[in-house]
């Protein structure tokens, strides 16, 4: 599996979200190939950063967001070159 989308079902509560998003920050800093593709979607470069899919996952599961991973066996090939999985809170 080269990387993964995950996305994170966003809580009715909006207070709910921002302590998700507050608790999962400082791993998000420290990836290296994570893009936040949007607000409540992560594209995760399995080859650079397995510990952040751990993570988030982790998470989800601790704060009780249901969630929906998308595996791709190769780069995803919609993006143009030169971009990609990258660093993103």
């Given at each position: 599996m080269h990387s993964v989308i995950v996305v994170v079902k966003i809580p009715d509560?909006?207070?709910?979200?921002?302590?998700?998003?507050d608790a999962l920050e400082p791993k998000?800093?420290?990836?290296?190939?994570?893009?936040?593709?949007a607000p409540n979607v992560w594209l995760i470069d399995m080859h650079k950063d397995p510990a952040f899919l751990g993570w988030l996952l982790a998470l989800c599961d601790q704060r009780g967001l249901p969630f929906r991973l998308l595996p791709l066996e190769k780069p995803p090939s919609w993006l143009p070159d030169g971009s990609g999985p990258s660093k993103a809170s």
């Open positions: 509560r909006e207070t709910d979200w921002s302590m998700f998003l998000a800093k420290r990836a290296k190939s994570i893009d936040r593709m």
